[in-house]
């Protein structure tokens, strides 16, 4: 069965940079869109970034300039680079997959039918 664990999630202060990582398994990596969402408290999660088989990727506008999403299919691994961190950041970061190639919609958590079970990320002065 497929499993998604996220981890590398911290409290820093603005400006500093993270990197997540979300193992997989359960799943040919190369066989499935990738993303990663995130969620406030009090608010409705989000898209962050997404990677598709091929190697193509989507961002929030939120994000983008900042963060850079990448894959070691070796290492079954999807990566989350952030850089640049604001308050607004703040959030637990779940990744997801999809058993698709494609996803019309990239950044629609719908789109995914698998998800770990999210790291916190806290960017505070």
């Known amino acids: 069965q497929v499993n998604l664990n996220e981890s590398g999630g911290d409290s820093v202060q603005p400006g500093a940079s993270l990197k997540l990582s979300c193992e997989v398994s359960?799943?040919?990596?190369?066989?499935?869109?990738l993303a990663w969402f995130r969620q406030a408290p009090g608010k409705e999660r989000e898209g962050v970034a997404a990677?598709?088989?091929?190697?193509?990727?989507t961002y929030a506008d939120s994000v983008k300039g900042r963060f850079t999403i990448s894959k070691d299919n070796a290492k079954n691994t999807l990566y989350l680079q952030m850089n640049s961190l604001k308050p607004e950041d703040t959030a637990m970061y779940y990744c997801?997959?999809?058993?698709?190639?494609?996803?019309?919609?990239?950044?629609?958590?719908?789109?995914?039918?698998?998800w770990g079970q999210g790291t916190q990320v806290t960017v505070s002065s």
């Open positions: 359960g799943l040919l990596h190369e066989k499935f869109c």
């Open positions: 997801a997959a999809y058993p698709s190639s494609y996803v019309a919609s990239p950044l629609e958590q719908y789109e995914y039918n698998y």
């Open positions: 990677i598709e088989s091929d190697g193509g990727t």
